[in-house]
């Protein structure tokens, strides 16, 4: 920029005599110093907001979803199948997915109870009818027997071995009961071929 005289400031500019020239120079080393200083000043705050965003956000999901969780998988691993026990649901979390979750698994203990106890009373009802039929089976005054095709006898009751030692050969006839009929085993094998195709029962 150059320099007029303040003598010659009312004078005309083209006239006026120039004393010197102002030369302005950047100094870099001030400058990045003060764009260094304004951006550490700038960075510290955000970074600082950042890590306490990150601090709130990780203690608000642990309350509101870790904790919830672990809670009901803790509650879930001590429950004893067929109780009627039910997770309660937070009054937070009626409404959202934790609620939902809550809702859901004790539908499921609902229904696994409620198997497990027509089981139980299914094998109660079979326990009995096993008794029962094993007393008619056991104590009963005709023959009762069960064989396959091949005349073998897997199953019989007191009366029916009774019968088969009268014979003098026990052993064989439950091999093949069809040595009872020994005087008639061809009207035998007539009565009973019938009986083992149609998977029929008689006496």
Do not use: W
């Not at 083209?14 to 400058?31: C, D, P, Y």
């Not at 497990?116 to 326990?127: D, H, I, P, T, V």
């Not at 056991?138 to 095709?149: C, P, R, T, V």
Request: hydrophobic fraction near 45%; charged fraction near 20%.
């Amino acid at each position: 920029y150059p320099l007029v005289s303040p003598f010659q400031s009312q004078m005309n500019e083209s006239t006026a005599e120039n004393i010197g020239m102002l030369i302005l120079v950047q100094n870099r080393k001030i400058i990045e110093q003060t764009a260094r200083s304004l951006a550490i000043k700038g960075i510290i705050p955000l970074i600082f907001i950042t890590f306490l965003t990150a601090f709130i956000t990780s203690i608000l999901i642990y309350f509101l979803f870790t904790r919830p969780i672990s809670e009901i998988a803790r509650i879930l691993h001590n429950i004893k199948p067929g109780t009627d026990y039910l997770l309660q649901c937070p009054a937070m979390h009626h409404n959202n997915e934790i609620g939902s979750l809550l809702s859901d698994i004790n539908a499921l203990l609902k229904r696994n109870t409620t198997a497990l106890n027509a089981e139980r009373a299914l094998r109660k009802r079979l326990s009995f009818l096993e008794k029962r039929y094993r007393t008619i089976f056991e104590k009963a005054n005709s023959a009762i027997f069960l064989a396959d095709q091949n005349g073998k006898i897997s199953v019989y009751n007191p009366f029916f071995l009774k019968i088969a030692n009268k014979t003098g050969n026990a052993n064989q006839v439950l091999h093949n009961f069809i040595e009872l009929f020994a005087d008639s085993r061809t009207s035998a094998g007539n009565f009973l071929g019938p009986a083992y195709q149609e998977k029929k029962s008689f006496r």
